[in-house]
């Protein structure tokens, strides 16, 4: 596999094969003698062979450790929140804090408040003691805990002896039905309270798997030695300090210790109009921004929204995007001995590819999302991050789903399907070593190989050579 950037090769292969592939190459390019690679675009590359590595070190240990799978299912929010049910006209407000005193509205808003019914039914996680208190109804649940049915208006004052985690049910709407029973799970409701809907959509949401299930086998990971190559590009970071400041007319002392490249306001907004007076920093945007991003796309994707926020604002920059800058630049002087590393451990046959897309949602002045993708090799000793992007979508998304929807689609036909056509090709995977243009599509759909196929069929008719 050969890597050619204007000038620069970087070639990699089976040893054996190294020095018939150079002499390949001099046949019809006259190129220097090749050397270990250490230095590339900069990015100074760092290997250290047969390490041991704790197994914090892995970022998805979980997924390979059943313990550890098990104890990130649980995990659940610390806040207390709201849960909608628009079946039974219900609004549910978890208590994750431990509290004393019986629940009632009050920071979400006298209108909702005012929209909920006086009665309320409390749950409770555990059994409690409870202060001598009227009560509309109390019984035991199953799980001999207690359900407290009261009058918010009437019992604004009783609280338990003890601390307590639970729930607290209010309904609205119509007088009608028992309150008592929203509280028990949708599977032990009688009929009249079932919810259909929920029950279809946890039907369909068993489809689809949590990371941690991703992988079969559980037992463990990070047990062999590892090789490790770290990117280290922190004089090329502390250059582009240098340049900022040479540039900007700014001392390196004045640049602040910061521990994100965003400042409060996030994303800088830029110029409106023509008649708007541009920030100072505007005619020297590109000659720094253009150098960070080298290094964002090499070996720093922490760099890459900050940065490629700002680069879309050299035409219209700002007074805002002048302190976005060099908020940016002081957050690469506080960085420059953070690098990118990466360590594999195992066979290919024992890895997989792992692919995240996420986007905001009207992240951008107008109203525009941005998409994020980043593509890993990963294994229960293999963890190697491949490629990372952060790209301004075209169009204005109407809700975060779609926005993500359309994020997941730019990820994958980017960087999933080329990144599997390049394995593919190369025959690292056993299940995608067929060649493409090689075999005659195949007639039957047992002989077909599923990958291309489900994933998109115009993929698979170049699969075969048809385009």
């Keep these: 596999m050969l890597v050619v950037y204007v000038d620069d090769f970087k070639l990699a292969c089976p040893t054996e094969n190294m020095e018939k592939a150079w002499a390949s190459i001099r046949r019809a390019v006259n190129i220097g003698d090749p050397e270990t690679y250490d230095r590339y675009f900069a990015c100074q590359h760092v290997e250290f062979n047969n390490v041991t590595l704790p197994r914090k070190a892995h970022p998805f240990a979980h997924v390979f450790d059943s313990q550890a799978a098990a104890a990130a299912r649980t995990q659940h929010r610390t806040n207390g929140f709201w849960q909608h049910d628009p079946i039974n006209k219900t609004w549910t407000r978890y208590h994750l804090q431990p509290r004393k005193k019986f629940f009632e509205p009050g920071d979400e808003g006298v209108k909702f408040a005012k929209s909920l019914h006086s009665e309320r039914v409390t749950m409770f996680d555990k059994n409690v003691e409870f202060t001598g208190f009227p009560v509309l109804n109390m019984h035991m649940s199953d799980e001999s805990s207690a359900i407290v049915e009261d009058d918010m208006t009437v019992d604004q004052k009783i609280q338990t002896i003890d601390f307590w985690t639970g729930r607290t049910i209010f309904k609205y709407g119509d007088e009608s039905g028992n309150s008592s029973q929203l509280a028990l799970p949708s599977k032990n409701r009688p009929g009249p309270h079932r919810d259909k809907k929920g029950d279809k959509n946890e039907k369909k949401a068993q489809r689809f798997k949590n990371i941690e299930n991703v992988v079969n086998d559980k037992s463990g990971c990070m047990k062999k030695p590892v090789n490790l190559v770290r990117y280290d590009m922190s004089s090329f970071m502390e250059s582009c300090v240098d340049a900022y400041c040479e540039l900007a007319k700014v001392q390196k002392s004045d640049l602040p210790v910061v521990a994100t490249p965003f400042t409060e306001a996030g994303i800088a907004r830029p110029t409106l109009d023509e008649n708007e007076k541009p920030g100072r920093l505007q005619p020297i945007a590109s000659k720094v921004l253009m150098k960070i991003f080298f290094a964002a796309r090499m070996a720093r994707p922490d760099l890459l929204r900050a940065t490629q926020g700002l680069a879309s604002r050299v035409t219209k920059w700002s007074i805002e995007c002048d302190i976005a800058l060099h908020r940016l630049v002081s957050y690469i002087k ?104 090689t075999n005659p599509k195949p007639n039957t759909p047992e002989q077909d190989d599923p990958v291309f196929t489900r994933i998109d069929k115009e993929i698979d008719e170049i699969r075969y050579g048809n385009v």
């Design 334 to 437: 506080s960085t420059t001995d953070v690098f990118l590393e990466g360590f594999v451990g195992d066979s290919f046959e024992d890895c997989q590819l792992w692919l995240f897309a996420d986007a905001d949602h009207a992240g951008e002045y107008d109203s525009k999302s941005t998409s994020g993708c980043a593509m890993f090799l990963v294994g229960p000793n293999t963890y190697f991050p491949l490629n990372a992007f952060s790209r301004k979508q075209t169009v204005v998304g109407n809700t975060s789903t779609e926005a993500e929807v359309m994020s997941a689609n730019h990820a994958l036909r980017a960087e999933g399907i080329p990144m599997l056509a390049l394995l593919e090709q190369l025959g690292i995977f056993k299940k995608m070593s067929q060649k493409a243009g």
